[in-house]
């Protein structure tokens, strides 16, 4: 039944105005008709298939991601493509690549940590991608620990240049996205050395290999560190090794806008702040907070539509089987996770705002607000990724058996996202970054310094003015409350900007309305989760705890018949969904036979290695075969 839409009874009966919400979702009408045209003209263009792509090899494969990334930078100098479009190009493309860290770590680094002067130099050949540039920071024996890195940097002043290190195996730079067989230039992290003295980590432009013929410079040992998680999925990024043998590089190729070496070998600090040499990393974990509610609304997407198509049991009289959509315990695991999707998208939204707002400031030499900025960076990131992680796994299950296969798209989906939770930033570790900042916060509640902004409400909190104790005092005893105490910081600030969203005015059709009982599931279903820590602290009664447990279903009931459009203002195409569970018309049955046949396991009939193995099994000539 090709060109039938299986879900239209679905579609009709939503009670709001889709193409209002659609742009609501994008974030303004003018990002909804660009995200609207390049997911079109991706989608339509064979140059960018990636359906056959879990069936590859490593190699194939690896060399598929070039070709597309070659492919997607023509169409972009083609068609004249605006920054924005490419990069919306480009995430349509949908394929990890080293194109994700070139634009994405390599030239933000620079524009936040180079001088003017080095800026006008690198930016132009990045952006023309004459050069392309990875991040490279994570040692084989250092990750988490930025100060604890190896690799050196030891300034010398008869040649002005730097000698870069790599004085034990491991402080072999490991896990760099793009450097394994691509990158011509790298952004180093590596302890200064200048005089002697030890300088703490700083960032270098180094160069790694040939632009004439691509061969590693001398001294440069790189290469790919080998497969990762997943069939297909973030193979095809060549994450790589890299180690330095006294490599020499000018003295100018030191990123200098934290701090100098002059040709004396001076050390000079300007008056901003050393963390700004972490500075990349606030950029991409906001910029990953964004991403997250594109994963997670892509499986609930997904799931959404294919619980709707999907009937188990309750047939009456003949009649179909109940839409597994319509059991409650299904709506308890699917709603939450599509209320989730739009709160993310929201306090990413903000969080945007609050990066260009912190960039604005450092910019005019204002750094108060730069520890709030990193706890909410970080914390966020460590949030949404666990949550999204999760979820697409819980998106899985929801599709039963057809969701553990490939043509599901959720499983590639997972294996790719998954890593979010570790890069950037080990969750954890992100997590005790915001436990210290709130207790160096309580900390001061006595003193004149007030908490304003995301931590204002800390005066309110009547016991918190009750604490005393210093910051380190039982920090690493009490760590894991405190892990626990920070996710409930950020939930907070997750809920709040889903609440000033809704303050703001939202026109279309029943939109507003819609949006108000996702919020209210989002901030419902966590006072569920967490009710014994809600009724411990005597925070509500147990009579509260079952007034929300009674809303909350009655919230799920609201969201039912709007479920499909909830999805569908997404905007998704299938190419993008890269799902056939989720594909828009819900004709799924006749695709996924159709796609079985495709597999290279049904190019014969009867299978290699029958002769060899199968046959002597059955023929009991086991002992005689050559096996
Ligand atoms: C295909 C999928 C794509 C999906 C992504 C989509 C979009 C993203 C776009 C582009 C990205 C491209 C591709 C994505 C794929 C992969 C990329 C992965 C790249 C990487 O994976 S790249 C390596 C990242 N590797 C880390 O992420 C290491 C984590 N480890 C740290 O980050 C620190 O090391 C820390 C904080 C744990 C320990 O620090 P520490 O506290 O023990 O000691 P430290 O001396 O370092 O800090 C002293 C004072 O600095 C403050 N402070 C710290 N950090 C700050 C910051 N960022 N800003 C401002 N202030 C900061 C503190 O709050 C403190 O402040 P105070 O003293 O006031 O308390
Ligand atoms: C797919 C992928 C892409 C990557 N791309 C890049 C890249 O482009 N450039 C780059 O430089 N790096 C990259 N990385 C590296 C990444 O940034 C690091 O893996 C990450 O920062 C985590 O550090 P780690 O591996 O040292 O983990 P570890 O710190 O060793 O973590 C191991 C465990 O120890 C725990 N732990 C660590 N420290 C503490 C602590 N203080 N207190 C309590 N528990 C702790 C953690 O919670 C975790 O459970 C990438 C990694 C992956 C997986």
Request: glycine share 8%; charged share 20%; hydrophobic share 40%.
């Amino acid at each position: 039944m090709e060109g039938v839409d299986h879900l239209a009874h679905e579609r009709n009966k939503s009670e709001f105005d889709v193409d209002a919400m659609k742009i609501v979702w994008a974030g303004s009408p003018h990002a909804f008709v660009v995200s609207d045209r390049i997911s079109k003209l991706v989608a339509s263009d064979p140059g960018f298939r990636k359906d056959n792509r879990s069936t590859l090899s490593r190699k194939e494969l690896f060399k598929n991601t070039l070709r597309k990334a070659a492919y997607a930078w023509k169409t972009i100098i083609d068609l004249h493509l605006s920054e924005e479009e490419a990069a919306k190009l480009r995430f349509y493309v949908d394929e990890p690549a080293f194109t994700d860290v070139h634009w994405g770590m390599f030239i933000p680094a620079i524009k936040g940590q180079g001088t003017e002067e080095q800026q006008q130099k690198w930016l132009p050949l990045a952006y023309k991608m004459q050069i392309i540039g990875c991040y490279a920071q994570t040692e084989l024996g250092h990750g988490s620990n930025v100060q604890g890195l190896e690799t050196t940097a030891t300034f010398d002043p008869q040649t002005d240049e730097f000698i870069i290190h790599s004085p034990t195996l491991t402080s072999s730079k490991w896990w760099p996205g793009g450097l394994g067989k691509v990158a011509t230039h790298a952004i180093a992290y590596a302890l200064l050395i200048v005089g002697g003295r030890e300088q703490g980590v700083h960032g270098f432009i180094v160069q790694l290999r040939s632009l004439e013929d691509h061969s590693p410079l001398p001294g440069m040992t790189v290469g790919d560190i080998g497969m990762k998680f997943g069939n297909g999925a973030y193979n095809a990024m060549d994450n790589g090794v890299l180690r330095f043998d006294h490599v020499r590089i000018p003295r100018n190729q030191m990123l200098m806008r934290v701090s100098q070496v002059t040709c004396e070998g001076k050390y000079k600090q300007s008056d901003v702040p050393r963390q700004l040499v972490y500075g990349a990393m606030l950029y991409v974990r906001q910029t990953i907070v964004a991403d997250a509610s594109c994963a997670l609304s892509r499986a609930v997407c997904i799931a959404t539509r294919y619980s709707a198509v999907r009937r188990q049991f309750g047939s009456q009289n003949g009649g179909p089987e109940t839409q597994v959509i319509d059991y409650k315990t299904q709506q308890s695991r699917l709603f939450p996770l599509l209320a989730s999707a739009y709160a993310f998208r929201f306090v990413g939204e903000w969080l945007k705002w609050l990066y260009a707002d912190v960039t604005q400031r450092l910019q005019a030499n204002d750094f108060s607000t730069l520890p709030e900025a990193h706890a909410c960076t970080a914390g966020l990131k460590s949030l949404t990724t666990t949550a999204t992680a999760d979820g697409i796994e819980e998106c899985r299950k929801l599709c039963g058996g057809h969701g553990y296969l490939c043509s599901s798209g959720l499983p590639e989906l997972f294996a790719v996202y998954v890593p979010a939770c570790t890069y950037e930033g080990e969750n954890t570790v992100l997590l005790l970054q915001v436990a210290r900042f709130l207790m160096k916060t309580v900390s001061q509640l006595g003193s004149s310094k007030k908490p304003v902004g995301t931590i204002a409400y800390m005066t309110r909190v009547e016991h918190l003015m009750q604490c005393r104790c210093g910051v380190q005092r039982g920090f690493a005893e009490l760590s894991a409350d405190l892990v626990e105490a920070a996710v409930a910081h950020c939930q907070l600030l997750v809920v709040s900007k889903f609440i000033e969203k809704l303050q703001q005015e939202i026109p279309g059709k029943g939109v507003k309305q819609q949006l108000e009982v996702l919020c209210n599931i989002y901030a419902l279903f966590l006072l569920h989760k967490h009710q014994g820590d809600f009724l411990s602290t005597g925070c509500i009664t147990p009579k509260h705890a079952a007034l929300a447990n009674d809303e909350l279903r009655s919230l799920y009931s609201q969201v039912r018949p709007n479920a499909i459009a909830l999805v569908d203002a997404f905007n998704y195409t299938d190419h993008y969904l890269g799902s056939i569970l989720g594909c828009y018309d819900g004709n799924v049955y006749p695709k996924l036979y159709e796609a079985a046949w495709k597999d290279p396991l049904n190019e014969s009939v009867v299978p290699d290695g029958y002769h060899q193995y199968i046959r002597p099994l059955l023929k009991q000539e086991i002992r005689t075969a050559r096996l």
